[in-house]
């Protein structure tokens, strides 16, 4: 008997079984007779500088290691409770899945690099080779990092490394019309021209794997002072021990009786499949472009952001259940009007939507620091901002913008919803954005760490990327764009329906 050649799977936001180039390398390996690894080991980190980790401490009078997960600028919380959840449920969900085809998914708690480095280290110990560690590149100034000190870690063990392109978004990166960064044109619709038909654009998806190599016979403990979660309720409650439930708020806004999620969804891939084909098989495909701006409700948009944020689903998945409607291919839908009748206005506008995602994406490779500064992609240190740390006057405004208590309702409606349910619809995020930055001038920073915090949908590409928009210092052609707040309502609810539902002060008005 061969003495075990481990590979090692590092997941990050490529959390599915299926589409998954890393797993599909694997099964395609499997094929030929002579393996080069004999075990797969998949971990995932839940990364100490990114949420906070000290819930997972093996004792309530231990101390972490690591310093608080908190955003640079104003210090909150990097990730909030309803994106923990989605997360944990997310990767509980892919342990699942890999465990039903003869693997699983090793949860770690520490940073990226270093529990990498310990596990080399370990194996090394117990003289078992490591045939290498896989994982897929994602962009950002932290992920880059993760990147840098995995290799390094797999250099000072004598291993492989090796980095596959991240294949979630809708057009893959190999087919871009152009290799350099930089060449990213700095306007969304000369992007898009370069790559119309976005039909025609995406490649086929990858099947997902039927078996996998098992665990290795051993393999290291999570390191101390944490604890290794047995279970995802485990896992949540970790996550969720050290948020306090105001978040930091002096005064949070109160749950609104009857007040129903936009969001009332969960993680995992397994999950978001079920979306997609209730998105088809409800007809909720051909009206997006009409209802793509509704605000009450879970099927007026798709709903799709915070699968694909975590790599559950991705856009190419989408845009092939697209395909299967439009073209009469599978039994999906066939009872929906437009099933088998091409291209309409709404699957058309949903493939619009994901090369927006696409293009961020891109951005953050070109610009990379660039994203989190206050003078974003356009180096543009000319505006005067407000800060709240030097006036007090400031941080009120900044405490009652977050509390949901401007004065301007559909502003108000949106934090509330945001606090209590990790969503607000894009329409309303805009106006949300465009109102910290335009009309109260003060750092769009802080509403990009708000949202940072408490987004279950939260991208790190797509969130930055859109407040330095609606800010003026990213990617729009129109610098002066300003959304009107109070028209904004008055032309997407004119009834006043979904304000109401958020702030029940307003209830007792006459529509």
């Not at 007779?33 to 998949?42: G, V, Y």
């Not at 038909?197 to 016979?217: C, D, H, Q, W, Y």
């Not at 949106?414 to 949300?432: A, C, D, I, K, W």
């Amino acid at each position: 008997m061969s003495s075990p050649r481990v590979l090692i799977y590092l997941l990050r936001r490529d959390l599915r079984v299926a589409d998954n180039p890393i797993l599909h390398e694997i099964s395609r390996t499997l094929q030929h007779s002579n393996l080069p690894f004999t075990h797969l080991l998949p971990v995932y980190v839940f990364a100490a500088q990114q949420l906070e980790v000290s819930g997972f401490l093996s004792s309530d009078s231990g101390r972490s290691p690591f310093p608080e997960a908190r955003s640079t600028t104003a210090g909150f919380w990097r990730c909030g409770p309803h994106r923990a959840k989605f997360l944990a449920e997310s990767v509980w969900s892919v342990k699942k899945s890999l465990a039903a085809i003869g693997s699983g998914v090793e949860i770690r708690v520490g940073l990226v690099g270093q529990v990498v480095k310990d596990i080399l280290n370990a194996f090394k110990k117990e003289n078992m080779e490591v045939f290498g560690v896989w994982m897929t590149e994602e962009e950002g100034v932290e992920e880059k990092r993760e990147e840098r000190d995995v290799r390094e870690a797999t250099k000072e063990a004598g291993t492989r490394f090796r980095l596959f392109a991240d294949e979630k978004y809708f057009i893959d990166d190999r087919d871009v019309p152009f290799k350099d960064p930089r060449d990213l044109p700095d306007v969304f619709t000369t992007y898009r021209k370069q790559v119309e038909p976005l039909r025609e654009a995406p490649r086929n998806v990858l099947p997902a794997p039927s078996k996998l190599l098992p665990f290795p016979p051993s393999f290291p403990p999570q390191a101390a002072p944490f604890i290794q979660p047995a279970t995802l309720e485990e896992t949540i409650t970790c996550l969720l021990k050290p948020l306090s439930s105001n978040l930091g708020l002096s005064s949070p806004p109160v749950l609104p009786p009857k007040a129903k999620s936009a969001h009332p969804f969960h993680g995992g891939e397994i999950n978001g499949h079920i979306r997609i084909r209730h998105l088809v098989t409800s007809g909720c495909i051909n009206t997006y472009q009409d209802t793509r701006n509704g605000m009450l409700g879970a099927d007026f948009s798709t709903k799709l952001s915070a699968w694909l944020a975590l790599g559950c689903v991705t856009a190419r998945q989408v845009h092939h259940y697209l395909v299967d409607f439009e073209e009469g291919r599978s039994q999906l839908g066939k009872d929906v009007e437009g099933y088998g009748k091409g291209e309409n206005k709404g699957t058309a506008a949903i493939r619009f939507e994901l090369l927006w995602r696409d293009y961020f994406h891109l951005a953050t490779r070109k610009f990379g620091p660039r994203l989190f500064r206050i003078g974003g992609f356009k180096n543009d240190e000319s505006y005067a901002w407000q800060y709240p740390e030097k006036d007090p006057e400031i941080q009120h405004k900044v405490d009652r913008f977050l509390e949901g208590k401007t004065g301007t309702g559909f502003i108000d409606a949106s934090m509330r919803e945001l606090f209590h349910t990790g969503y607000t619809s894009n329409r309303l995020r805009q106006n949300v954005a465009s109102f910290l930055a335009k009309h109260l001038g003060i750092d769009w920073r802080i509403g990009a760490e708000w949202y940072e915090s408490l987004l279950c949908d939260y991208d790190l590409s797509n969130n930055w990327g859109n407040w330095q928009y609606l800010a003026g210092v990213g990617n729009d052609p129109r610098e002066a764009r300003v959304f009107n707040p109070v028209k904004q309502a008055h032309d997407y609810d004119p009834e006043g329906a979904y304000v109401k539902n958020w702030v029940p002060e307003l209830r007792p008005l006459d529509d």
